[in-house]
């Protein structure tokens, strides 16, 4: 069944699915060895230990092993610490640890790499790997974030008191505190937002290389947004970030935490020059689940007041947010600056005020994925409208009638100005979409073979807009149209979109253009995908590169046909001289790049762009899940879920259709079985295999039943809001609503994701 999507004339199929269909992608692992040496990287067992010695003298002896490095040895070569890039406002008191490519001294995860093995097979690797004698003493641990902040709790840094990484406060708490004395209904909620670890398809996988004669850097890896990691490659390095170029071939998946720089970066890249030779390096599914960067685990404490007529009057909401053992490239933003704007919602609330706490544990390090903020916000805010909606004896889509923000523009309580929307509108839709009038009938339906069904409503508000800059650049070649841009696909269509994008702006064919990206050699700058940014940061910097190509080529096409510019016109990739008595002559932008050539000019006919923005955009939406719950196991099943959401302008609906469904399932995955566990006191990672750590399949999934409604915004002239991360923010919420509904026979008003089998169970029996 095509849906409405794969219907409309924009929704071209994806060009890159032809390779990607008949094994001809172009993914680090399959590229040739080329006398290449291998690395792989003995990890910590421990989660908290000091490292006493290392005696590597057995391993060194091993067949095949080219050296053995540990913390001691790039510490004497100068090797510097991972930064953060993120930094917040200096009343927060950040604190950013040391953190060497490899530990030196102590681990405080396990996980946290200690030597690099470095051979001519990996097999001679991994034999070496297993003769390398740590002597480790071993320290207590803490692994929950709350527990972190005790007075008692296991200390991680000597700079970070506490184990506090972070005190952050944005609002008016004065007047939030007037809002919450003067309120008729308070509703209180402690809820967890479960840590997840990304799973993408593709392990994180890198291969360095050292150009002696040029004394630079390249290094291939499986990542994103090139520049930023390799800036902060080059400052562990110690070198130029024009000394490191940085190539990503296609991505299998990523998700966010593929955007950050990794202990094995630089560390690759300074074994690589130490002996002069190429080094691959590709994680295995232990060491993604081990030393990859998680997502979420926060703590909240969320508290709505309300007024007699349930209208809202004020949010409070207090985070500990774990941050792992270390400060990730991003990960102070995920609790702080990200969720930030997003906070409130789509609901007219006159005071709201967030206090997060960042907290140090031994565990994996925590930053951005998909939603990154935006999905925790929500999150508690639509639970505990559900909540109060229950305690007040009405409807909750009636109480989200009754305090959707309706006037544009509307300047929140924390300051963003959302400037359109149709919320109230998108609710109904939803509403009739879902068949509300026809639960009932399923809800008996589904007692009659002794099931529990519940109706859970979602909704969501996404801000979006990422770094504040993007470029791009048009290249007229000989046999193409060379399309570069800063940002990155990690699987959203960007080799589609984009040339679509300016395929249109300049009237030629698709087949004319030729997409680049990923390649700091031939991108020199760039801000990177993220934060659903990239159609109207990246693509508002391709129009105006478009509108500088033209520019540039109007005065040299103008001399070609032997007319003023002023009677030049542009159309359908040509130029056209117009006279009174009408068309003198017309050149092609082929023949126009041709004549910089023939002219024996040494350069190409280019434009560029370069998109400075710092407004956001606001994705928003209705999502609605309906489950099914079995008395007897707890076990839930997922039977229906329908959206209406507003991305904006759509460039391509289906391929924003897919980003959609991809998002949806992660968030679903999230609220029913993602959970990437820990060891309460030992700090030994629960969930470090597929076997261990549940995601959603197929057969989880009911049809999903996605419906756009495109408000343009004046944020850029695309008119987009970005897609790629709603899925994810909105599913959470709408999946245990409904849950929750389903178990109100049981006096349940919260259950904490995800909501196993064994949780919903336990629920039922109080």
Avoid at 105 to 115: E, F, I, L, Y
Avoid at 135 to 144: C, I, K
Avoid at 348 to 373: E, H, K, Q, S
Avoid at 691 to 696: I, L, Q, R, T
Wanted: aromatic share 6%.
């Amino acid at each position: 069944m095509l849906t409405a999507a794969a219907r409309d004339p924009r929704s071209l199929r994806r060009v890159e699915d032809e390779r990607f269909l008949t094994g001809q992608g172009r993914y680090l692992d399959d590229a040739p060895a080329n006398g290449q040496l291998v690395a792989v990287v003995l990890r910590s067992p421990h989660a908290h230990a000091d490292i006493r010695s290392v005696d590597a003298a057995d391993a060194l002896q091993v067949a095949g092993v080219r050296a053995i490095f540990t913390g001691e040895d790039l510490a004497r070569d100068g090797v510097g610490h991972l930064p953060c890039s993120l930094t917040l406002d200096e009343a927060a008191g950040l604190v950013v640890p040391p953190r060497p490519p490899l530990c030196l001294g102590r681990v405080r995860h396990v996980g946290d790499p200690v030597a690099l093995v470095v051979a001519n097979t990996r097999r001679a690797a991994v034999d070496a790997l297993e003769q390398i004698v740590v002597n480790y003493e071993t320290l207590p641990a803490v692994t929950d974030p709350t527990e972190a902040l005790s007075p008692d709790a296991p200390a991680l840094w000597a700079e970070a008191q506490g184990n506090r990484a972070f005190h952050y406060r944005r609002g008016d708490f004065a007047a939030t505190r007037l809002q919450f004395d003067a309120a008729a209904h308070v509703v209180e909620l402690d809820l967890v937002n479960n840590r997840v670890a990304a799973a993408a398809m593709e392990p994180r996988a890198a291969i360095a290389r050292w150009d002696e004669a040029g004394d630079r850097f390249l290094l291939e890896l499986s990542g994103a947004s090139v520049h930023q990691i390799r800036r902060e490659t080059a400052t562990v390095l110690g070198v130029a970030p024009d000394r490191v170029d940085l190539v990503c071939p296609d991505v299998g998946g990523g998700f966010g935490m593929k955007n950050v720089t990794y202990p094995e970066y630089p560390l690759l890249l300074w074994a690589a020059r130490r002996l002069r030779a190429p080094i691959r390096w590709v994680a295995d599914r232990t060491e993604e689940f081990t030393s990859g960067a998680h997502g979420r685990d926060n703590h909240t404490r969320a508290r709505l007041a309300l007024d007699a007529d349930g209208r809202f009057l004020a949010l409070s909401v207090e985070t500990v947010a774990n941050l792992g053992a270390y400060v990730s490239s991003l990960g102070p933003g995920a609790a702080t600056t990200a969720p930030t704007p997003a906070m409130g919602g789509l609901y007219d609330i006159p005071a709201v005020t967030m206090d997060v706490r960042g907290a140090f544990t031994n565990t994996a390090p925590v930053d951005a994925y998909r939603g990154a903020g935006k999905p925790e916000a929500n999150y508690l805010l639509e639970r505990l409208i559900d909540i109060a909606a229950g305690r007040l004896g009405v409807d909750a889509a009636d109480l989200r009638r009754r305090n959707f923000i309706r006037a544009f523009p509307h300047r929140n309580a924390l300051g963003f100005t959302i400037d359109c929307g149709e919320f109230a509108e998108n609710l109904e839709r939803a509403l009739l979409a879902a068949d509300r009038a026809g639960f009932d009938a399923r809800k008996a339906q589904s007692a009659a073979s002794g099931k529990l069904r519940g109706f859970g409503v979602g909704c969501f508000l996404e801000t979006s807009r990422g770094q504040p800059d993007e470029e791009a650049w048009l290249r007229v070649r000989p046999d193409a149209i060379e399309v570069a841009i800063g940002t990155q696909s990690n699987g959203q269509g960007h080799e589609t979109s984009f040339v679509q994008l300016v395929a249109d702006r300049l009237g030629l064919p698709h087949d004319r253009f030729r997409f680049v990206q990923g390649d700091t050699r031939t991108v020199p700058r760039g801000g990177g995908h993220g934060g659903a940014r990239s159609v109207h940061m990246g693509g508002t910097a391709l129009l105006l590169a478009a509108e500088d190509l033209l520019r540039r080529a109007l005065p040299i096409a103008a001399r070609l046909l032997q007319a003023d510019e002023a009677a030049v016109a542009y159309s359908d990739g040509a130029f056209t001289a117009l006279t009174p008595e009408g068309v003198s002559g017309t050149v092609d932008l082929s023949g126009v790049a041709r004549a910089l050539v023939e002219a024996g000019q040494d350069e190409t006919l280019e434009g560029h762009g370069d998109n400075r923005c710092d407004r956001y955009t606001f994705p928003n939406g209705c999502h609605i899940a309906e489950v099914e719950v079995d008395r007897n196991s707890g076990a839930v099943t997922l039977a229906r879920y329908t959206a209406v959401d507003d991305y904006g302008v759509l460039l391509n609906p289906l391929l924003a259709e897919g980003q959609i469904h991809g998002g949806v399932a992660q968030g679903i995955g999230q609220a029913l079985m993602e959970e990437a566990l820990y060891e309460r006191d030992g700090g030994q990672i629960l969930s470090a295999t597929f076997m261990d750590y549940a995601m959603p399949r197929g057969g989880d999934l009911p049809w999903l039943d996605i419906r756009f409604v495109e408000i343009p915004t004046d944020a850029n002239p695309i008119g987009a809001k970005g897609s790629g991360q709603a899925g994810a923010i909105a599913a959470p919420q709408a999946v245990i609503n409904a849950v929750v509904d389903a178990l109100r026979p049981f006096g349940v008003e919260h259950i904490d994701m995800p909501a196993t089998a064994e949780r919903v169970w336990r629920a039922m029996r109080g």
